[in-house]
């Protein structure tokens, strides 16, 4: 059964950081694409990046140049550094992923596993 834990959300002020976590188990494969998406009440889960088991990643292009996903296989955890923040990043940020080797696509829907969220507030 594969979990998906993600942590290191919190309330920040416009222009700060925060880095997330997703730590995985259940599996120790690294043919694992894995992603980060988001949703803000009220709004559909949209995606925010993404990276394949050969660490190619791709981003939205709201986020291009502010954040940045990573991923540690040696510790099954995934990351997402997120510079320069601001009030409409503002949203339940999801980490998610699915067995898979090659390019992944951005899509909710091609995703297998998810976690359960974690808060990012900023404020102005």
């Known amino acids: 059964q594969v979990q998906l834990v993600e942590s290191g959300g919190g309330s920040v002020q416009a222009g700060g950081s925060l880095r997330l976590s997703c730590v995985a188990s259940?599996?120790?494969?690294?043919?694992?694409?894995m992603a980060w998406f988001r949703q803000a009440p009220g709004k559909e889960r949209e995606g925010v990046a993404v990276i394949d088991s050969d660490s190619n990643t791709a981003y939205a292009q709201f986020v291009k140049g502010r954040f940045t996903i990573s991923r540690d296989n040696a510790k099954n955890t995934l990351y997402l550094q997120m510079n320069s923040l601001k009030p409409e990043d503002t949203a339940m940020y999801f980490c998610?992923?699915?067995?898979?080797?090659?390019?992944?696509?951005?899509?909710?829907?091609?995703?297998?596993?998810w976690g359960q969220g974690t808060q990012v507030t900023v404020s102005s």
């Open positions: 998610a992923a699915r067995l898979w080797v090659g390019l992944c696509p951005l899509a909710p829907e091609f995703f297998d596993y």
């Open positions: 259940g599996y120790t494969s690294r043919d694992y694409c």
